[in-house]
T-cell receptor
């Protein structure tokens, strides 16, 4: 699976949009981009995933560049409860029971 | 659904003792994953099962670790004998094998915090 690079930490004011970048310059055509987050002392939580089109769900939006070498997770109106470590993961979908390889992620701190 | 259930939530034991961690996946899910998280190594996959069959155990650190999945609703991770370096948070996750776009989402349990003295 392709390697990802994320900033170590970011700050965001409550109510503002949080934009978390991820570089995956070696991504292959059949690899998906996944985002998970881990709130302190809890298990990781799935947020969103995509292949090449932008995606949106009730939690966030995922913007993937046209060359697919980078992506941005957007939390449109960050709250204090969004403070967490955010993991960008790139992996091939091989048909079932696919393992995730977590990097170090980005520690997002949402402040008043 | 209650989500992935892990027990115990906390375990403190002495070096050399046997430790057994338990996981009940979400009903209907057919993939189960065991992860370990430490400050030094982050979150790493130990082993995963598809339809109760171990698929990849390359992350299991050594022979002291073993995992079983006797049926679709229960799995155990055993450490025997335990050592202080095994102290970590152990997460279990489950998913439903899905052939659609992007594959399946993994749902994580709350974790078991293990301290080996």
């Amino acid at each position: 699976d392709a390697k990802t690079t994320q900033p170590t930490s970011m700050d965001c004011a409550e109510g503002r949009a949080a934009n978390l970048p991820c570089n995956h310059s070696t991504i292959s055509g059949n690899e998906y981009v996944y985002w998970y987050r881990q709130i302190h002392s809890q298990g990781p939580q799935y947020i969103i995933h995509g292949l090449k089109n932008n995606e949106t769900n009730e939690m966030a939006s995922l913007i993937i560049t046209e060359d697919r070498k980078s992506s941005t997770l957007i939390l449109p109106h960050a709250t204090l409860r969004d403070t967490a470590v955010y993991y960008c993961i790139v992996r091939v979908f091989t048909g079932g029971g696919n393992k995730l390889t977590f990097g170090t992620g980005t520690q997002l701190k949402v402040e008043l | 659904d209650a989500g992935v259930i892990q027990s115990p939530r906390h375990e403190v034991t002495e070096m050399g003792q046997e430790v057994t961690l338990r996981c009940k996946p979400i009903s209907g899910h057919n993939s189960l994953f065991w992860y370990r998280q430490t400050m030094m190594r982050g979150l790493e996959l130990l082993i995963y099962f598809n339809n109760n069959v171990p698929i990849d155990d390359s992350g299991m650190p050594e022979d002291r670790f073993s995992a079983k999945m006797p049926n679709a609703s229960f799995s155990t991770l055993k450490i025997q004998p335990s050592e202080p370096r095994d102290s970590a948070v152990y997460f279990c996750a489950s998913s439903l094998i899905f052939s659609g776009e992007g594959g399946e989402t993994q749902y994580f349990g709350p974790g078991t915090r293990l301290l080996v003295l």
